[in-house]
């Protein structure tokens, strides 16, 4: 048994002194005063946390598994569609190395739970792609879900109908680079999804790592493959986890192909259900919120991506009035590209606040809270099991230095869950323990070592830049004609019942 004696513990929006947590296994099993120490026969480990604020875990809910930002790989912030031609230029990567990367970054940010969206490394190999991060999961000792990724659709450009145009429009130099023979990303269609999913969850799944449907985003994913994943994410009782509406292209494109509405449309799919998590979720009409609140859909807020790719701001404010679930998530693309996920939420509830005094009310912190903790859990579809400081829960737990938050002073009519939400940073973070075990603590990591991590990281980053056979001068041209394409298409969603929340409010 392990006790935990901090000043402070997170139970529920309360935060209170004079307790200890004791740890069984993977749980908690109680919280007693402090001066309480158990009796089973075995005499506990007892850690002194003076000083700290012991609290959930976060819970990331939507990256990709990538310890290496694009910055660092020589990628400029640019508009999604630009950012998404330009990785052209960089050959596939090792799928571990950069997992593991990731896992450090996180543990020390006091990340304890992930899900890692679609991620195509472009091997050739899905499978050993996605063996890759998985096994890097499990040695770092993270809960992760992995997700398994499709797509079939819009490879260039979207909506997919006007792909054969754009490509027919190309020079014949830069055509030629779309007729040679391609081999898939992903598993392939909806039956080889399946079966690969089988297979990881037999071969792959542990205690802490396990797998769900993550088509890559419905321009990518036609209605067929969309609803036959739907079908088998239903069927294994797992999470349907994707990207949309992330761009204005992106809702001009699913304009066109579903003008009735983004979720009216995947719910006719049956894709829609609290099962189903959307990442981004900028461009959402009005319809769709109530759609997503009345389903119990989770939209992952990532705003510090959203800003760097010129995507927009979700109006978040709106979706919480409305009652949806709302979850935070960096996609490895936080606003100062260092997965600091306090950060992170601390910009999406800035970007909330309103102008107008009949504007929706700004996030509460227990809102706050919840997006980082127990609606993250649900979005991983583990609600009652991870996200709280509660016995029967498992101990996913962090320690909070208040020493910088609270500073000099600190006035107590200001509740501390504001100034923890206020100030925090991952630099406050001083353990990080998963599943009973102590991960990270005072910035030493306990069973990894990320200097060599590091180190591996960068040597493969130095092996696969400029492929060969990869013309950087084409690349950018076809940046340019992807650019000219939607500046072709771009229209203002600002009539009609295709018009999102996100273009009406005045500060977006």
Excluded at 231 to 240: F, I, T, Y
Excluded at 381 to 404: F, H, N, T
Excluded at 431 to 443: A, D, I, K, Q
Aim: charged content about 20%.
């Amino acid at each position: 048994m392990i006790v935990l004696k901090p000043d402070a513990v997170l139970l529920g929006t309360e935060v209170v002194t004079g307790r200890s947590m004791h740890i069984e296994d993977d749980a908690i099993v109680a919280i007693e005063p402090s001066s309480k120490i158990p009796s089973n026969g075995k005499l506990p480990e007892i850690i002194d946390l003076p000083g700290q604020l012991v609290m959930p875990g976060l819970i990331n809910a939507h990256q990709h598994g990538k310890g290496l930002s694009t910055l660092q790989l020589g990628f400029p912030d640019e508009p999604l569609e630009a950012w998404l031609a330009r990785k052209r230029l960089r050959a596939p990567m090792n799928p571990h190395l950069m997992t593991l990367l990731a896992t450090v970054r996180m543990l020390a940010s006091g990340v304890t739970s992930t899900i890692q969206a679609n991620t195509p490394y472009g091997t050739g190999d899905y499978r050993a792609e996605i063996r890759g991060s998985a096994s890097a999961y499990d040695k770092a000792g993270i809960r992760a879900i992995v997700g398994l990724g499709a797509m079939d659709r819009a490879e260039i450009v979207y909506p997919a109908t006007a792909q054969p145009a754009f490509v027919q429009g190309l020079p014949d130099h830069l055509r030629a680079l779309f007729s040679r023979p391609r081999f898939e990303v992903y598993a392939g269609d909806a039956d080889a999804t399946a079966s690969m999913f089988a297979e990881c969850q037999e071969t792959l799944a542990s205690p802490l790592v396990s797998f769900c449907y993550a088509p890559a985003g419905p321009q990518w994913v036609s209605d067929g493959l969309m609803e036959a994943l739907a079908d088998a994410s239903r069927e294994a009782n797992v999470p349907l986890h994707m990207h949309g509406l992330e761009s204005l292209s992106q809702a001009n494109a699913l304009r066109e192909a579903y003008p009735e509405g983004f979720l009216k449309h995947l719910s006719k799919l049956g894709a829609v259900s609290d099962r189903l998590a959307v990442a981004h979720a900028v461009w959402l009409i009005p319809e769709d919120i109530e759609i997503a609140s009345a389903a119990g859909v989770v939209l992952v807020r990532n705003p510090g991506s959203n800003l760097r790719l010129h995507a927009g701001i979700a109006p978040i404010a709106y979706y919480l009035d409305r009652g949806v679930t709302v979850a935070i998530g960096s996609d490895n693309t936080t606003l100062s590209d260092d997965e600091d996920l306090f950060s992170e939420l601390r910009l999406a509830a800035r970007l909330a606040y309103s102008p107008y005094w009949d504007g929706p009310p700004s996030p509460s912190s227990s809102q706050l809270l919840a997006m980082i903790t127990e609606n993250g859990a649900a979005a991983m579809m583990q609600r009652g099991k991870i996200g709280r400081v509660s016995p029967g829960y498992k101990a996913d737990l962090i320690g909070i230095s208040l020493d910088r938050i609270c500073g000099a002073y600190w006035d107590d009519d200001l509740p501390l869950l504001d100034a923890l939400f206020a100030r925090a940073h991952r630099t406050d973070v001083t353990f990080t323990m998963v599943n009973g075990e102590m991960l990270y603590r005072n910035g030493s990591f306990l069973k990894l070592s990320p200097e060599q991590i590091a180190r591996d990281a960068a040597e493969n980053a130095r092996m696969t830049r400029h492929p060969p056979g990869v013309n950087i001068e084409q690349v950018e041209e076809l940046i340019t004609h992807v650019t000219e394409f939607y500046r072709k298409r771009h229209q203002r969603l600002t009539t009609g019942p295709w018009s999102p929340v996100a273009e009406n409010v005045g500060w977006s």
